[in-house]
């Protein structure tokens, strides 16, 4: 949750991205009520994890966190891709690449979990 405030506030110092936001523009297009409910749904999901990852049964836990580990993942590859070559987004690939090490880590620990409770 930090690497998405800390890299998204980077973010807010690099050209014309201020003017874009007060345009209401971003890289999916103009900004509407309902495209903000999908960002909040994207950035509340990881919160939600934490929480769910105590009350879930395991079986469920496990393949939730792969599920969304793995969509995560598929979304900071996108960013990677598609930031690569703008210097003024390296900071952002930085950030991705830590996250992706990260989905990857959780994604490889969730699947090698113990079968039975100790």
Known sequence: ????IYADYFRLMTPN?????MNLQTPLGTTTPELLVIFSVILIIPALMIFLSIFLKPQLNKWLNILISFLYAIISLLII??????????FFVI???IELI???LIIYLV???PRHNP
């Open 102 to 104: 990260i989905l990857v």
């Open 81 to 90: 891709v598609t930031s690569i070559g703008n210097e003024w987004q390296m």
């Open 111 to 113: 699947w090698n979990w």
């Open 1 to 4: 949750m930090f690497l998405y």
């Open 95 to 97: 950030f991705n690449i």
């Open 17 to 21: 991205k201020l003017e874009k936001m």
